[in-house]
């Protein structure tokens, strides 16, 4: 079975500082793992996926996230923080079964916060 | 670019009412899901459906059914709806085998008095 955790439900930073957004999986198989964000209000908007190939994923708005089998993480890091990023922000992996449906498995989120 | 929407952004709706909430897709994706939004409880899947009239039950079933009719449209029904249901709900899709990600709705929040 898989599953996902989100370390830290809350995360404040700085505007221009590391964001780092931690995430851990549970997977038997390779897993296929994404990260969305949801701004307040809105539906959740795809900022990354990984799907097997290059361990380093660059996403969207200025994110990326490497994949470490050895410690089943899949972190989101951006190196300098924008206002505009505060949001929640969700890991998730895809579940396998019977069917080829791309079920996923979503952590419970993170809430980043960004001061001024 | 994937577009799915939902037919109402905002929706009040009294105890005991059937509710009808719509999403349509325009990526000819074979499965769609409905989910739940609650504070502290994340996203729960209710439904899913992988081809037209096909459907499975997700995690929390319970009060909700579903109708998939054509490809692109996947309704979620409330037969009676409750004050518990209350909730933010988001429609997705995504294509098979399912190694690619889902893409959502714009959501809709809906309240039961």
């Known amino acids: 079975a898989q599953s996902v955790t989100q370390l830290g439900s809350h995360v404040s930073v700085s505007e221009g500082a590391l964001v780092l957004l931690r995430c851990n999986y549970s997977?038997?198989?390779?897993?296929?793992l994404f990260w969305y964000v949801q701004y307040p209000n809105q539906g959740l908007q795809l900022l990354l996926k990984y799907t097997s190939a290059a361990t380093l994923v660059k996403g969207i708005n200025g994110f990326e996230a490497e994949f470490k089998k050895s410690e089943t993480s899949f972190h989101l890091t951006k190196p300098s923080a924008h206002m505009s990023d505060a949001a929640e922000y969700f890991c998730?992996?895809?579940?396998?079964?019977?069917?080829?449906?791309?079920?996923?498995?979503f952590g419970q989120g993170t809430t980043l916060q960004v001061k001024p | 670019d994937v577009k799915v929407t939902q037919s109402s952004r905002y929706l009040v709706k009294r105890t005991g009412e059937k509710v009808f909430l719509e999403c349509v897709q325009d990526?000819?994706?074979?499965?769609m899901f409905w989910y739940r939004q609650d504070p502290g409880l994340g996203l729960r899947l209710i439904y899913f459906s992988y081809d037209v009239k096909m459907k499975e039950k997700g995690d929390i079933p319970e009060g909700y059914s579903v109708s998939r009719e054509k490809k692109e449209r996947f309704s979620l029904i409330l037969e009676s709806a409750s004050t518990n249901q209350t909730s933010m709900y988001l429609c997705a899709s995504s294509s098979t085998p399912g190694t690619g990600p889902q893409y959502f709705g714009p959501g809709t929040r809906l309240l039961v008095l």
């Open positions: 998730a992996v895809r579940t396998y079964g019977s069917s080829n449906t791309g079920k996923l498995i």
């Open positions: 997977s038997s198989v390779p897993p296929y």
């Open positions: 990526m000819d994706h074979e499965n």
